[in-house]
T-cell receptor, first 114, second 113 residues
Framework: GEEVAQTPKHLVRGEGQKAKLYCAPIKGHSYVFWYQQVLKNEFKFLISFQNENVFDETGMPKERFSAKCLPNSPCSLEIQATKLEDSAVYFC????????????FGPGTRLTVT | QQQVKQSPQSLIVQKGGISIINCAYENTAFDYFPWYQQFPGKGPALLIAIRPDVSEKKEGRFTISFNKSAKQFSLHIMDSQPGDSATYFCAAVTNNAGNMLTFGGGTRLMVKP
């Protein structure tokens, strides 16, 4: 597609429950990025993929967060045992490779942990 | 450590005026500087970007000015319109860090009719 698609739009989970978010990058884009935007507008980089391979995972809290980009499937970001501080908007972005720095963002998934 | 500092946090401009948002960075390895516009409930949209070998880039009413020696860059919105009211983020990328975006803290712009 011509736009990054993210589902669901909103997700509500009780503390300790699992949350799974999905992202379909723009067709032809090989790089996928996940960012977390918290209430004060601060963006935090989580992880990036080059096709199905992890490219950079320096921002991932690995004890509870995991992500995958499998061939012919939407990319996913999963949070095991959610905590209140995980409440945020999670954005996926995609980029055409190689060497392109232009990242195009999806509409985001708002996760609320109660 | 905040690698990209953005100011002001909020800005009110009259219709037709010039909106100016400033950013400063510390990491000299940054080699691409985009600006994003975000409306409430939406994802950031790429507005304009510049590389450090260029001092100015203009696209329509939007201009980036870049000062490599001062490690500063700014966004100018000429003839600001109420439809420009949004949050603007500067960002920086270095290609030896996985192309991840390092964002500034954002500026909430309101253009009054």
């Amino acid at each position: 597609g011509e736009e990054v698609a993210q589902t669901p739009k909103h997700l509500v989970r009780g503390e300790g429950q699992k949350a799974k978010l999905y992202c379909a990058p723009i067709k032809g884009h090989s790089y996928v990025f996940w960012y977390q935007q918290v209430l004060k507008n601060e963006f935090k980089f989580l992880i990036s993929f080059q096709n199905e391979n992890v490219f950079d995972e320096t921002g991932m809290p690995k004890e509870r967060f995991s992500a995958k980009c499998l061939p012919n499937s939407p990319c996913s970001l999963e949070i095991q045992a959610t905590k209140l501080e995980d409440s945020a908007v999670y954005f996926c972005a995609s980029s055409h490779s190689p060497g392109s720095y232009e990242q195009y963002f999806g509409p985001g998934t708002r996760l609320t942990v109660t | 450590q905040q690698q990209v500092k953005q100011s002001p946090q909020s800005l009110i401009v009259q219709k037709g005026g010039i909106s100016i948002i400033n950013c400063a960075y510390e990491n000299t390895a940054f080699d691409y500087f985009p600006w994003y516009q975000q409306f409430p409930g939406k994802g950031p949209a790429l507005l304009i970007a510049i590389r450090p070998d260029v001092s100015e880039k203009k696209e329509g009413r939007f201009t980036i000015s870049f000062n490599k020696s001062a490690k500063q860059f700014s966004l100018h919105i000429m003839d600001s319109q109420p439809g420009d009211s949004a949050t603007y983020f500067c960002a920086a990328v270095t290609n030896n860090a996985g192309n991840m975006l390092t964002f500034g803290g954002g500026t909430r712009l309101m253009v009054k009719p």
